[in-house]
């Protein structure tokens, strides 16, 4: 029962908190994107700029100007990530967990994953603390998976935030707090933000205030 718990967490993180966002998507440097003329895009990332790196990784990736190439893809990751992209290090990290144009290792995509998470980026948190419940590429730990939970939270993301009501609530992971967990529903639920997240929560709160109110 508690595995399932667990499990399902772990899923509540990467669905609630849309773990795989579209590439162009993701926060990356303005000056270069998917409009940007792909010869700049070359020049700039062949100069060592990470930010023209991760795009021209991207349209490796999407068979942008290129025929498709998951390796060169992979590659171009890999120099952009070593420079500290931490958008850059999310992609090698899932290209890692897949195996898509490099060896499939579960520990290297939680490393790049890691990297990218410990730069402030809210996409790679989000996977980090729901590696922490399932295990995949990393010892299980979650203690470690609340603490990344709580970071986003604290941070304002609706979907961290339920989430920690959630744990709060059940009890599993830290010791049942119904006055956190509270908190915690309701500020997810004031976010404005994530309408659906926000209704979502309201009905996470609404269930909690419902079973305090049976329990007087």
């Known amino acids: 029962m508690r595995d399932s718990a667990k499990r399902l967490l772990a899923l509540c993180l990467f669905l609630a908190l849309c773990v795989f966002q579209p590439v ?3 926060a990356q440097p303005a000056a270069f994107d998917e409009h940007s003329d792909l010869a700049s895009v070359v020049e700039f990332a062949n100069k060592g700029d990470a930010g023209a790196q991760f795009e021209l990784g991207n349209r490796y990736y999407m068979g942008k ?15 952009a990530a070593e420079q500290g992209h931490s958008d ?10 897949f195996g898509w144009g490099v060896e499939k290792r579960a520990d290297l995509a939680f490393a790049w994953t ?3 998470a410990e730069q402030g980026n809210e996409t790679a ?15 299980k730990d979650p203690q470690q998976s609340f603490n990344w939970t709580k ?20 009890g599993r992971i830290v010791p049942r707090d119904y006055q956190q967990a509270l908190y915690w529903y309701r500020a997810a639920a004031n976010q404005t933000q994530d309408p659906d997240e926000a209704q979502s929560a309201q009905q996470y ?12």
């Open 65 to 79: 100007g290129f025929k498709q190439s998951f390796e060169q893809a992979a590659q171009w990751y890999t120099k």
């Open 125 to 139: 948190a989000t996977a980090v603390a729901a590696k922490y419940i399932t295990g995949d590429g990393v010892a």
């Open 151 to 170: 970071k986003l939270a604290e941070k304002g993301v609706p979907g961290a935030q339920k989430l920690m009501g959630i744990i709060y609530d059940g």
């Open 205 to 216: 709160l609404d269930s909690l205030l419902s079973r305090m109110e049976e329990n007087k």
């Open 24 to 26: 162009h998507l993701m």
């Open 88 to 97: 850059a290090a999310v992609w090698l990290g899932r290209m890692h967990e």
């Open 114 to 116: 890691l990297k990218a």
